[in-house]
T-cell receptor, first 110, second 117 residues
């Protein structure tokens, strides 16, 4: 079983749409969770950390369900500039290494 | 905003040659990392470094790899005898403290594209 699993997409949505990405992780001891975005052939850039209570940053909302080992990212009012690959990233207890999912590709269309 | 910088942006090397990739982490950060991403694949952890020693390494980080902090600002990854399969994007990252504490994020440099011929 993959450590961090994501639907690869692509998700093709019109501008202004709301889109949700899901991610599951296999290690129940995982303790820190993040969403990064990656543009084509660029570095991963931190989008937001994910907290147990859920958190929001502008148009972006992240949720964590530890019981189901499930993380989600909701993007409201999609912009063309949101087109990228969204990476679900997990840190396991006792490690300093991030484990990346393969990413979900989003294409926002005019 | 402070950022992680990497040089060179693109390195082309003959198979079997040694290559050194350079990184300048964010100045007040204490933890440093190398990751790689083979084209079309996911980002993979190589090694973490703290207090002038390796904290953790993956199975990818075999004897041909080494890391060093030669001075107060640079952090290098050396590949001793490159193979074709070492072709990838190599990302350096740093964090202020251990990522596991308080969800401290790792900040990535823009990468070095390594092409082995």
């Amino acid at each position: 079983r993959k450590e961090v699993e994501q639907d690869p997409g692509p998700f093709n949505v019109p501008e202004g749409a709301t889109v949700a990405f899901n991610c599951t992780y296999s290690n129940s001891a995982s303790q820190s969770f993040f969403w990064y975005r990656q543009d084509c052939r660029k570095e991963p850039k931190l989008l937001m950390s994910v907290y147990s209570s859920g958190n929001e940053d502008g148009r972006f909302t992240a949720q964590l369900n530890r019981a189901s080992q499930y993380i989600s990212l909701l993007i409201r009012d999609s912009k063309l500039s949101d087109s990228a690959t969204y990476l679900c990233v997990v840190l396991d207890t006792g490690r300093r290494a991030l484990t990346f999912g393969s990413g979900t590709r989003l294409q926002v269309q005019p | 905003e402070p950022e992680v910088t990497q040089t060179p942006s693109h390195q082309v090397t003959q198979m079997g040659q040694e290559v050194i990739l350079r990184c300048v982490p964010i100045s007040n950060h204490l933890y440093f990392y190398w990751y790689r991403q083979i084209l079309g694949q996911k980002v993979e952890f190589l090694v973490s470094f703290y207090n002038n020693e390796i904290s953790e390494k993956s199975e990818i980080f075999d004897d041909q790899f080494s890391v060093e902090r030669p001075d107060g600002s640079n952090f290098t990854l050396k590949i001793r005898s490159t193979k074709l399969e070492d072709s990838a994007m190599y990302f350096c990252a740093s964090s202020e403290s251990w990522t596991g504490g308080n969800n401290q994020p790792q900040h990535f440099g823009d990468g070095t594209r390594l092409s082995i011929l």
